[in-house]
């Protein structure tokens, strides 16, 4: 063995050993905090990947109030169905919505699947109802309120 190969067998080690300290010394017992909020690695992509709400167009049955901006995002008041018809985002982005009564949504997935999605969103143990709808492409987003008794849906910036 040549003292180069030595040498590089050596750093190998002291590398392996690091990483071995690094992975011991950042190890977590327990069941963690659910209220402690995202990680590190959940924070750096925070906001980025958001759908904008002024890219969304709204079509209801039957017609209810025009949709309304807010500092939250795009407010919609509905009674029975309601079509929302998202721009092309560039790339995968998260269509945010949020209310606080029980709403169903109907979406085709993302990608080249021929597969349409719905899920009858329910409010949390907060209280609030919250959709997340990945969009890669125009999507029409079909929101229906159960009963027809009216719903009321913000599409959010974050």
Do not use: I, N, Y
């Not at 029975?80 to 169903?104: K, Q, Y």
């Not at 021929?114 to 969103?121: P, R």
């Not at 969009?135 to 910036?157: F, I, N, Y």
């Amino acid at each position: 063995m040549s003292g180069r190969q030595k040498v590089l067998l050596v750093v190998l080690a002291v590398l392996l050993v690091l990483l071995w300290v690094v992975a011991v010394a950042g190890r977590r017992d327990g069941p963690g905090d659910p209220g402690a909020g995202p990680g590190p690695l959940a924070r750096l992509g925070h906001g980025a990947g958001a759908v904008d709400p002024a890219t969304v167009t709204v079509t209801c049955l039957p017609p209810a109030a025009d949709p309304v901006g807010t500092a939250d995002g795009l407010v919609v008041a509905f009674g029975a169905t309601c079509r929302l018809r998202v721009a092309d985002p560039g790339s995968l982005r998260t269509l945010l919505l949020r209310g606080a009564t029980p709403f169903e949504v109907t979406a085709r997935a993302p990608g080249d699947a021929d597969v349409t999605v719905t899920d009858e969103v329910t409010p949390g143990p907060d209280g609030a109802t919250v959709a997340k709808v990945a969009v890669d492409r125009e999507t029409e987003v079909l929101l229906r309120c159960p009963g027809g008794g009216g719903c009321t849906v913000t599409v959010a910036r974050s």
